[in-house]
């Protein structure tokens, strides 16, 4: 039989640990053709969270888990159970059961048919107000037209992974990093099954609106060159406007004697045009310095994440 592992990154999911749980063995029990096991990631809880998941294993020896020394994000939570998981295909699932888990056979049937991905794709989440729902479309609509790789709308960390995309995506090394994006550069035949995401039980969304900002600011580095050519190309615009504009008014002003151009005294059209070129080339700076802070963070080369034990 083929054995499937069910990643879960946890942060602070005490009461929803036990439920996620009694929920997926209802699903295995569905599936007798597989072999299952709940590989769970706590992501530094400052909660009983680490409790909850080695109660589960005394009982149950398909649990599995890795405690983090302190928290690390949901990305590298996910990076470090796909590291060190053991299943033929593995399966990310959110701790919340905001993921539909009754969807997993529909998974596996798509695999069975020779997908090597099998992508979440979420219709409607209860849960998320307007501001967020807004800054996805944007995030969307910007790396799509940014990036080298076409990323579907609303696809979830939700999804099936084969085994050889799991070897593949172990072979990447940056630290700042979006799970999901990697996995779409990856490639492979992949499968769409859309949901309709559950509202949370038991306590608040780890990612803040800060948090997104910053994962989706990562990927659109690592994803695309084009903010860092966006500077050099926009100081080259600004220089030959801020020229001709330049040019415009000193024939009005000093040949032609044009009304507009004469309003503007000598240290008004300096102090503008300083001001101007400052914004611009303090801009330039700022997106070479998101790059240059990607390279330092790959430089150092610090592990990605510390484990403080484990049961794998």
């Given at each position: 039989?083929?054995?499937?592992?069910?990643?879960?990154?946890?942060?602070?999911?005490?009461?929803?640990?036990?439920?996620?749980?009694?929920?997926?063995?209802?699903?295995?029990?569905?599936?007798?053709?597989?072999?299952?096991?709940?590989?769970f990631v706590n992501d530094g809880s400052s909660d009983?969270?680490?409790?909850?998941?080695?109660?589960?294993?005394?009982?149950?020896?398909?649990?599995?888990?890795?405690?983090?020394?302190?928290?690390?994000?949901?990305?590298?939570?996910?990076?470090?159970?796909?590291?060190?998981?053991?299943?033929?295909?593995?399966?990310?699932?959110?701790?919340?059961?905001?993921?539909?888990?009754?969807?997993?056979?529909?998974?596996?049937?798509?695999w069975e048919e020779g997908f090597e991905v099998v992508?979440?794709?979420?219709?409607?989440?209860?849960?998320?107000?307007?501001?967020?729902?807004?800054?996805?479309?944007?995030?969307?609509?910007?790396?799509?037209?940014?990036?080298?790789?076409?990323?579907?709308?609303?696809?979830?960390?939700?999804?099936?992974?084969?085994?050889?995309?799991?070897?593949?995506?172990?072979?990447?090394?940056?630290?700042?990093?979006?799970?999901?994006?990697?996995?779409?550069?990856?490639?492979?035949?992949?499968?769409?099954?859309?949901?309709?995401?559950?509202?949370?039980?038991?306590?608040?969304?780890?990612?803040?609106?800060?948090?997104?900002?910053?994962?989706?600011?990562?990927?659109?580095?690592?994803?695309?060159?084009?903010?860092?050519?966006?500077?050099?190309?926009?100081g080259v615009v600004i220089t030959l406007l801020s020229?001709?504009?330049?040019?415009?008014?000193?024939?009005?002003?000093?040949?032609?004697?044009?009304?507009?151009?004469?309003?503007?005294?000598?240290?008004?059209?300096?102090?503008?045009?300083?001001?101007?070129?400052?914004?611009?080339?303090?801009?330039?700076?700022?997106?070479?310095?998101?790059?240059?802070?990607?390279?330092?963070?790959?430089?150092?080369?610090?592990?990605?994440?510390?484990?403080?034990?484990?049961?794998?």
């Amino acid at each position: 039989m083929k054995s499937v592992s069910i990643i879960i990154p946890a942060y602070n999911e005490e009461k929803n640990i036990p439920l996620v749980h009694q929920e997926l063995q209802k699903i295995f029990a569905a599936c007798p053709n597989y072999t299952f096991d709940i590989f769970f990631v706590n992501d530094g809880s400052s909660d009983n969270t680490i409790g909850e998941i080695e109660r589960l294993t005394a009982i149950d020896p398909n649990v599995k888990y890795l405690d983090f020394s302190r928290n690390f994000g949901k990305e590298l939570a996910t990076t470090a159970a796909l590291n060190n998981c053991q299943g033929d295909a593995a399966i990310m699932v959110d701790a919340d059961l905001q993921h539909p888990v009754e969807l997993i056979p529909e998974f596996l049937k798509k695999w069975e048919e020779g997908f090597e991905v099998v992508v979440g794709v979420r219709n409607a989440n209860k849960s998320v107000g307007i501001l967020k729902k807004i800054g996805s479309k944007l995030f969307y609509e910007i790396i799509n037209r940014i990036a080298e790789v076409k990323v579907v709308p609303n696809t979830t960390d939700f999804r099936l992974l084969d085994r050889a995309v799991i070897s593949e995506f172990n072979r990447f090394t940056e630290t700042n990093r979006m799970t999901r994006a990697l996995i779409d550069w990856l490639g492979f035949r992949r499968a769409y099954i859309q949901f309709e995401a559950n509202e949370r039980i038991h306590g608040d969304a780890s990612y803040s609106f800060w948090k997104l900002f910053k994962l989706a600011l990562n990927s659109f580095i690592s994803l695309s060159l084009l903010p860092l050519k966006l500077a050099g190309n926009l100081g080259v615009v600004i220089t030959l406007l801020s020229g001709i504009a330049g040019f415009y008014i000193f024939l009005g002003k000093y040949f032609f004697h044009w009304h507009f151009a004469s309003t503007f005294s000598d240290s008004e059209n300096l102090a503008i045009l300083i001001l101007f070129m400052v914004g611009i080339v303090l801009t330039s700076i700022g997106l070479m310095a998101l790059y240059i802070a990607n390279i330092h963070s790959e430089v150092i080369d610090r592990p990605m994440y510390i484990i403080r034990k484990k049961k794998v």
